[in-house]
C-alpha cells in the first residue's frame, strides 16, 4: 500500500496512538488502512463415497488439483461461500454439511474454513476455472498433486474421520502460503 | 473507495472480464481492489462458573458489555487472536477450548468467531479498551446490555450446551450490523 484509498494521498507505515502495530496511515486525511487476514471458504463434495476434485485452468498452481474453494464475497456466508465455489469450479450444486477444517495461512493471511458435503445428484461439470472435473475413490486422490496444503489437510482429515465414523472439526497452521 | 492504494490514481467501479461482480479497478495501472468480509475473534471466558464480561470504553456501543473479542491480525491463528483479546480487553490469560459459535454480520461485512474459554487463574483487569471487568453468574448477565447481537448468541448457546453438558458448533446470520 502506498496511497491512501480515500483521497489518494502518500501513507506511511506508523504505530497509532492507542495501537500496538504499525498501520498505513494517510499523512493527509489521516485515515487509518487496517490490512486483515482474508476468509477461503471450501468443501469436500462426496458423492457415495467418490470425492469432487477439479484441476485448476488458473495460477497459481495451474494443472494442480483441489477441492472446490475461493475468496469468499461480502454479505454471504461461509456455507453459501462453499457451495457458490462447487457451482463456479465445478458446475455442481452440493449441500453443505459440517465445518471439517480452519487452516491458518499465516504468512499469506489466509484463513480457510472448510466444511463436509455432499452432491445433490450426480452432475458436475468444467467451471471457467478448471481444466478438469471428476469423482474420485479415495485410494485413486493424487495426493502428490493437491494443489495446496490446506486441501491435502482437509482431505486427510475427511478421509480419518469417515473411517473412524465421527465428523470433528480439525485446526492447522502453517508458516508458508503454499508447500 | 476513490484511489488506487497502489499508483494513488481514481479507481472505477466495474465488472472485471470473467468475474461475477462489480470491484473498484484503478483506470490508470488496472489493479483490481478485491473487498472481503473481516474476521472477528472472541472467547467466552469462565472461571469456576462464571464469565468474564467487558464494559467497552470505546465506540461502538461505549458502556455496553461484551465478552473479549475483536479483529483478527495479519499473521495469528483465530484462537491466539482470542486469546489476545481476552489480554488487552480484560488482563487475563485464557486458554482456548472448542469453537463456539460463528456470527455472519453480513451487512457489516464480518464473520465473527468465538471460542469457549478458561481463565488460567482467577485473575484480571480493565485494559485501555475497557472501562469495567467482572465475572458473572449467568443469572447476573445484563442481557439488555450486551453491546452485539454476536456476543447475545455466543452467551445463549455457550450457557444451553453448559447446562446440556454438550458442545457443539453453532451458526447464526443477521443482515444489520448491530442491534
Redesign the interface.
Same mark, same amino acid.
Given at each position: 500500500?502506498?496511497?491512501?484509498?480515500?483521497?489518494?494521498?502518500?501513507?506511511s507505515l506508523r504505530v497509532p496512538p +492507542?495501537d500496538q #502495530?504499525p498501520r498505513f496511515i494517510c499523512d493527509n486525511c489521516g485515515t487509518i488502512?487496517?490490512?486483515?487476514?482474508?476468509?477461503v471458504a471450501g468443501c469436500v463434495p462426496e458423492w457415495q463415497g467418490q470425492i469432487l476434485l477439479c484441476r485448476r485452468a488458473i495460477e497459481p498452481r495451474r494443472g494442480f488439483w483441489t477441492v472446490p474453494a475461493g475468496?469468499?464475497?461480502? +454479505?454471504?456466508? #461461509?456455507?453459501a461461500a462453499a457451495a457458490r465455489e462447487a457451482v463456479e469450479e465445478a458446475l455442481a450444486e452440493v449441500e453443505i454439511g459440517?465445518?471439517l477444517a480452519?487452516f491458518?495461512a499465516?504468512?499469506a493471511?489466509q484463513?480457510h474454513v472448510f466444511f463436509r458435503a455432499r452432491l445433490t445428484e450426480p452432475r458436475f461439470g468444467v467451471g471457467?476455472e478448471s481444466l478438469e472435473v471428476k469423482l474420485v475413490e479415495e485410494r485413486d486422490v493424487p495426493w502428490d498433486e493437491i494443489a495446496f496444503p490446506s486441501g491435502v489437510f482437509a482431505l486427510r482429515r475427511y478421509f480419518a474421520d469417515r473411517a473412524a465414523g465421527r465428523e470433528d472439526?480439525h485446526?492447522a497452521?502453517v508458516e508458508r502460503a503454499a508447500r
Open positions: 500500500m502506498n496511497f491512501c484509498s480515500k483521497c489518494g494521498q502518500p501513507v +492507542g #502495530l488502512h487496517y490490512e486483515n487476514p482474508k476468509l475468496f469468499m464475497e461480502n +454479505g454471504e456466508t #461461509l456455507m459440517s465445518m480452519v491458518h499465516l504468512r493471511h484463513v471457467p472439526l485446526f497452521e
